[in-house]
């Protein structure tokens, strides 16, 4: 939407990866809010819950037995084409040790990757002491839901120019991809949105605003679901590194967005 304007952080951005160990300290109704749902620090930045995994399990779509190409790659098919995620290079051990799959036997582990459950959903929570969702992509697709307050969504369309794409050396070509911001809020008439969807493939990173009159200590921070189809695994999930981001987009684009990255 060109009628936005410029991206840039409303509260001030986090100078490091989430420390699991230590959680920010938040304001009593935030730290309310986070214990009666029951919400952790999310690896992307702010908490989150995940509050059904639906048992039924379907085919992995995303599954292909010659998946890896190339040590700690895994090639994965999004709806709209093949792309790549360099997993190990990126989690922290900190993440690896979240990671509830390892330690199974291989066996049990390959069955396991050509099913996911039909769909996950999570609760996920930005406050003003953790304000944004670094920049990431899933393989599944994504259904958004607002439930309370207001922040700013940005894609980059990079599946659309990484459509057999199926190493993670670099983006093919000088092409470059477009970028979608818009923001979600209750303010309906001004255009913001209630549901949006980001599709497998696609980077996302987010951002809380302000919803107006509030004063500074009693923002409601911005509260949402997402169902994720198929299920959430980490290994559908891939952080935006800094060469990838660079390479995707023009020098003035990556400028407006690195900020997102995760530190
Ligand atoms: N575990 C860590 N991150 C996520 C996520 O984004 N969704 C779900 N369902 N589980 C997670």
């Known amino acids: ?32 809010l986070i214990k009666t749902l029951n919400l952790q620090q999310h690896i992307e930045g702010g908490y989150f819950v995940e509050t059904d995994r639906d048992p039924w399990r379907i085919p992995n779509p995303f ?6 190409t190339a040590p ?25 040790a979240q990671k509830p799959e390892e330690g199974k036997e291989k066996e049990g582990e390959e069955d396991k990757a ?24 899933n393989r599944g697709r994504t ?41 979600v809020g209750h303010d309906t008439e001004r255009g913001e949105r209630l549901q949006w969807i980001v599709e497998g493939g696609k980077y996302k990173a987010s951002f809380l605003l302000p919803v107006g009159d509030e004063k500074e200590g009693e923002e409601e921070g911005l509260l949402i679901s997402e169902t994720v ?25 990556a400028d407006e967005v690195r900020w997102l990255l995760r530190r």
């Open 72 to 96: 700690n790659t895994t090639t994965f098919y999004t709806s709209t084409g093949a792309v790549s995620a360099d997993l190990s290079a990126q989690l922290t051990d900190q993440d690896k």
């Open 229 to 253: 189809v198929p299920g959430f695994e980490y290994e559908d999930h891939d952080f935006m590194r800094v060469e990838r981001l660079e390479a995707l987009l023009r020098k003035e684009q």
């Open 1 to 32: 939407d060109p009628s936005l304007p410029p991206l840039k952080p409303h509260y001030p951005p986090p100078q490091n990866a989430p420390d699991l160990s230590s959680p920010p300290q938040e304001p009593p109704h935030l730290a309310s």
């Open 143 to 183: 259904i958004h839901t607002l439930h309370k307050g207001r922040g700013r969504y940005v894609i980059i369309h990079a599946d659309e120019i990484m459509p057999s794409y199926d190493s993670h050396y670099g983006v093919a070509g000088d092409r470059k991809a477009k970028i979608e911001t818009f923001v």
């Open 114 to 137: 050509k099913t996911r459950n039909a769909s996950t959903t999570i609760h996920y929570l930005l406050t003003p002491q953790s304000p944004q969702g670094a920049w990431h992509r």
């Open 63 to 68: 599954y292909r037995a010659d998946a890896t």
